[in-house]
């Protein structure tokens, strides 16, 4: 004869605040740094952005919208921002592309293949200044390596910093290969988790390895590259100051500012140096914009695109 079982006690709920205060009380630390070093910046950031201020005087007045139409018709502004969106758009899509490649290569079980993977995933401990230092070094037009071996073989020595072009050039080359150990490290470890029985069918079925790279992993990889896109632009806006800094300073002078001077620096350039604190602040709010306007055209536009495989 079976005995019934009886109903076991409820369980006691586990994690419930007896009153509305506690949880609050728990979140004021991280309220008060945030209202503190972001919310109270940014609301202050607005402020200046309608008025003319002079740091030396303490005095302020208010302008309105006349600080975002005097940058918007700048010639020198409109410059720096094509030049910030050429600059982005060569970093954002060389750094990717070439991570990929790269990725995909050291995916492969060759001997030594951790070792590979060690040495292409170094420059990410490096910081962009030290980057920055690094590849300063490297292409002094007077001193360094580089002109020392082009000079001793082919008797060039590019005046790496003193052209327009060689000058950009350079940082781009300087700010993809700083930011590609970050790509290879998401792209290993998707490669790495990619179906093998998908993979081995293709194989046997006599895919080539061209095609078995661009038709099955290329589309089981968009969900990560959805996300270093937007990751890589995001960089290419705000990370690129130190390499800049160092570099070149936002020179050499072309046209109407510097070849090298990118949004970010325009804005240190006009708020720490100038001492223009509003046309910074409306500078700033700009960039604001523009990254709002990034994050919704990768959602809306290209998340359409990416293949999230089951």
Do not use: C
């Not at 740091?55 to 208010?62: N, V």
């Amino acid at each position: 004869m079976i005995k019934p079982t009886s109903a076991a006690p409820p369980a006691q709920e586990q994690g419930v605040f007896r009153g509305a205060a506690l949880p609050w009380a728990f979140l004021l630390p991280t309220l008060l740094i945030l209202a503190v070093f972001i919310y109270y910046p940014a609301l202050q950031t607005l402020r200046l952005a309608a008025y003319q201020a002079n740091l030396i005087l303490g005095t302020e007045r208010f302008v309105g919208l006349a600080n975002f139409a005097e940058l918007l018709s700048s010639r020198a502004y409109q410059q720096v921002a094509l030049q910030t969106l050429i600059f982005t758009g060569l970093t954002v899509t060389g750094g990717i592309l070439l991570a990929l490649g790269l990725a995909w290569l050291a995916s492969r079980e060759v001997r030594g293949a951790a070792w590979y993977r060690l040495l292409l995933i170094y420059p990410y401990a490096l910081s962009p200044a030290i980057a920055g230092t690094l590849w300063l070094f490297m292409f002094n037009p007077d001193i360094g390596v580089v002109n020392q071996l082009l000079g001793h073989l082919f008797q060039v020595r590019p005046r790496w910093l003193d052209e327009p072009l060689l000058a950009f050039g350079l940082v781009t080359v300087a700010a993809i290969w700083k930011g590609l150990a970050y790509n290879i490290v998401f792209y290993l470890a998707s490669i790495q988790n990619l179906p093998g029985d998908v993979m081995e069918a293709a194989e046997i079925d006599g895919a080539t390895g061209r095609q078995i790279f661009w038709r099955i992993a290329f589309p089981l990889l968009t969900p990560i590259t959805f996300f270093l896109v937007f990751t890589n632009v995001i960089s290419a806006l705000f990370d690129s100051f130190a390499l800049t800094d160092i570099l070149t300073r936002g020179g050499p002078y072309f046209h109407h500012a510097g070849i090298t001077t990118f949004l970010v620096y325009q804005l240190y350039q006009d708020g720490f140096v100038n001492y223009k604190t509003g046309a910074a602040a409306a500078q700033a709010v700009l960039m604001l914009a523009l990254v709002a306007f990034v994050t919704w055209m990768q959602f809306r536009v290209g998340e359409r695109r990416v293949h999230y495989g089951g």
